[in-house]
């Protein structure tokens, strides 16, 4: 007797002819009645009464459909608990992170992780931040690393990997450019080069600016080392993480902290409804201690 076996039987009784079930299941008639016939000659009992046109159970056809019935549903939810435990002792493990690897040092807590677990395979994927939450939310990565202010705590729980805050980028030509802080209202009348809409960080400056009851003047829009040449120029100000300038080096800009300050943390955010297998455990216990 098979699982494939009582499944046909079940479709049979539940589509009352035997041409119903083959169609359902996708198996010719007479196939679909040599199993029947095969599970009956097991069984040593007569499931159907073959005297009617329809499917009519026998009295031990009507037994042991309910039989059928509990073991099937038994070998589905075993299967479903097989993955949940597979899912929780998963030696694999792939974290979702922003392009930020090399201003917060990434790469060197990957390349650590990996050296004190070996046995964890590691997969790290570049993702812009309007395909970070969906990517999770649909269970394609099992961790992501990006900016604090992107997640939902109802939803996320969070884990500090590095501080930031928000500065003013200004050309060293510009009249503010001397400045030890600026406030909003310092710069309500500039001329801002903000980064793609679709970061966060361009959120971030928008939400801010409305706060402040900024309409802000934004020129364009544009990726972070195109921003900086420009500034340089003193086509414009912007509004950019503080450690973007410890990659991008450039003559002419002076970056000046916001008051009152804004920060920017990094952290490791796992979804609350993502199971916690053994990899994802390893890392995050790893995380911890580096932050403490």
């Known amino acids: 007797m098979t699982f494939e076996q009582l499944s046909y039987f079940i479709a049979i009784v539940e589509n009352d002819t035997f041409f119903d079930a ?31 046109r ?11 459909y309910n039989e059928a019935k509990q073991l099937i549903e038994h070998y589905k939810l075993t299967l479903e608990n097989i993955q949940i435990f597979k899912s ?31 046995d964890i395979e590691l997969q790290i994927t570049e993702v812009e931040d309007d395909r970070l939450i969906e990517g999770i939310s ?7 690393i990006a900016r604090e202010t992107m997640f939902d705590k109802s939803q996320f729980t969070t884990y500090q990997l590095a501080k ?22 310092d710069i309500k009348n500039e001329n801002f080069i903000l980064m793609n809409p679709y970061t966060s960080i361009y959120q971030l400056c928008i939400n801010k600016l409305k706060e402040n ?27 950019l993480p ?18 009152p300050q804004i920060a920017l943390s990094v952290v490791l955010a796992k979804h609350k409804k993502t199971a916690s297998n053994i990899a994802i455990k390893e890392f995050i216990k790893f995380v911890d201690k580096i932050a403490n």
């Open 164 to 185: 930031d805050e928000l500065i003013a980028a200004i050309s060293s030509e510009h009249k503010l450019s001397q400045r030890d802080k600026l406030t909003f209202d």
């Open 213 to 239: 009851n900024i309409d802000a003047n934004i020129i364009r829009t544009a990726r972070t080392e195109s921003i900086i040449g420009s500034v340089a120029i003193n086509e414009g100000i912007s509004l």
């Open 22 to 52: 083959a169609c359902e299941m996708n198996i010719s008639q007479s196939s679909l009645s040599k199993q029947i016939m095969k599970l009956e000659k097991e069984l040593d009992l007569t499931l159907f009464d073959r005297t009617t």
């Open 88 to 118: 929780l002792h998963e030696n694999k493990l792939h974290i979702a992170v922003l392009p930020i690897q090399t201003q917060y040092n990434l790469n060197a807590l990957f390349n650590s992780f990996r050296k004190e677990n070996p």
């Open 242 to 259: 503080k450690s973007n300038f410890e990659v991008f080096h450039q003559k002419n800009i002076n970056t000046i902290s916001l008051e």
């Open 54 to 64: 329809s499917a009519t159970l026998t009295q031990a056809g009507e037994f042991f």
């Open 138 to 144: 649909k269970n394609e990565y099992d961790l992501i």
